[in-house]
């Protein structure tokens, strides 16, 4: 009898139809993404229409060419993981403040040195992965939560001031379609059960179509086929000053990609060896952001959105993230299908996006819950971590007065919690002058003897 090797869940290769339908879940969650970045871009530079749908469709075709290379990870670039990759939130501010203060062929350049620095720090980077722990992820994953929330809870409600904000239509909408989601949780088992997400935003939008809230009037309006310009800013500038914000954030970007790695390892049921993978999903982060530079984006890297989304369904195979790869492409060549997404209301895909990103924080919760809390290290990291992080997330504008320079990391919620989470855990855990009590809370604490043997063995040399 021959003995036939189980495959892994994460390489499962599911059937064609299963394949599209739990892909394109993926996309539609995700899409707001690239088209807010977009969009963000436009309005504060003033951008031509022309320019914003290319500048679109580049991003999606980035995004999708990133997720097939994340999924596939061939030659180290990509960690062969269930990954999206999006425009991240904070770099598309940062490249805007670039423009802003420079021009866009700098802020291009900017995107593309970044890249390329994120090749020369990944050596030192790989060597501190000790600093990073299970109370330091689930930490992390909980801001991640709060940060993805807030954004997309500003989607939902609109900007203060706005005759849109605060509008009974638009929250009653994202609410109805989070109560669609629960009940099709709750209703279906199965494959139909998994698709609880879809079902639920495209019941949403079916509700926001009925109200009259929802129109397909410019679908079909303009091109069908598009292809994204290369340099469409002309020839990039690099000027390191001009991109020090976006280096800086290079080094939070690992930070994250760090944690991203580890969370959905966890969710798939997969042991890695971070010292091994992270650096792998960070080199995909920098090819692709140096790509996306050339085409005029902002960094395009790896995303927590899709996380609560492999939590939720319980669907591991890579190969469905690689079909939402293919179908992102797709999207970027075939400008009726990007405007398509474009017509689902914001309400409805912040709905989406509040109950999925919320599982992210549950699965915070769950790696905290493998942490004793009890220990003195762990409780102070926990708890320094959470007021930093969630400070400047729940008061905008805390560090207004600060200077520029320093608001890049104070201002940003998952920065500041991820560096104040890493530091605290470090002081008493990796320094040797640790007091008598924090050598009796390990002598006591059987789990954190096992840890400390664990990240002894993955130390800094």
Not at 79 to 104: E, W
Not at 433 to 445: K, S
Request: charged share 10%; with cysteine.
């Amino acid at each position: 009898m021959v003995h036939v090797p189980s495959v892994h869940a994460v390489d499962e290769r599911l059937p064609l139809a299963r394949l599209f339908l739990f892909g394109l879940q993926h996309v539609l969650v995700v899409a707001a993404s690239p088209i807010t970045a977009v969009f963000l871009v436009a309005k504060a530079l003033g951008l031509s229409s022309a320019l914003t749908v290319d500048l679109i469709s580049a991003t999606f075709l980035v995004c999708g060419l990133g997720t097939l290379l994340q999924s596939f990870g061939p030659l180290k670039f990509g960690a062969r993981l269930p990954f999206i990759m999006v425009p991240g939130g904070a770099p598309v501010v940062l490249f805007v403040l670039i423009a802003q203060q420079t021009d866009l062929a700098t802020a291009a350049g900017a995107t593309i040195l970044t890249g390329v620095f994120y090749f020369l720090l990944l050596p030192v980077f790989a060597r501190c992965l000790k600093f990073f722990p299970r109370i330091v992820i689930g930490t992390m994953l909980i801001l991640v939560a709060v940060n993805l929330i807030r954004i997309y809870g500003v989607v939902i409600v609109g900007k203060p001031g706005t005759a849109e904000f605060g509008s009974p239509a638009g929250i009653g909408l994202a609410l109805a379609t989070v109560g669609f989601t629960v009940l099709f949780a709750k209703l279906f088992k199965g494959m139909l059960g998994q698709l609880a997400v879809l079902l639920g935003l495209l019941a949403g939008a079916v509700l926001a179509w009925s109200l009259g809230l929802m129109s397909f009037a410019d679908v079909w309006s303009g091109a069908i086929v598009t292809m994204p310009t290369p340099l469409p800013f002309g020839i990039p500038h690099f000027d390191v000053l001009a991109a020090l914000p976006l280096l800086i954030f290079s080094v939070i970007s690992m930070a994250e990609a760090t944690g991203q790695t580890v969370a959905i390892a966890e969710v798939v049921d997969k042991e890695i060896d971070p010292q091994t993978e992270v650096p792998k999903t960070i080199r995909g982060d920098a090819l692709m952001s140096i790509i996306g530079g050339v085409f005029g984006t902002s960094l395009i890297i790896t995303s927590s959105e899709n996380i609560g989304i492999v939590q939720a369904t319980g669907v591991r195979s890579r190969f469905v993230t690689a079909t939402a790869g293919a179908l992102l492409v797709v999207i970027a060549l075939l400008a009726p299908l990007g405007r398509l997404a474009n017509a689902i209301p914001a309400p409805v895909v912040g709905g989406t996006a509040l109950i999925v990103f919320s599982i992210i924080g549950v699965m915070g919760i769950n790696l905290l819950r493998q942490v004793d809390l009890r220990s003195r290290a762990n409780m102070y990291t926990l708890a320094a971590a959470l007021t930093m992080g969630v400070l400047p997330i729940v008061v905008p504008g805390l560090y207004g007065r600060f200077p520029a320079t320093l608001q890049i990391v104070l201002g940003n919620g998952l920065a500041m919690g991820a560096l104040t989470a890493v530091i605290v855990n470090a002081l008493f855990e990796h320094l040797h002058w640790r007091g008598r009590d924090a050598a009796n809370d390990r002598r006591a604490d059987p789990g954190a003897r096992l840890e400390a043997v664990i990240n002894d063995n993955h130390s800094c040399h």
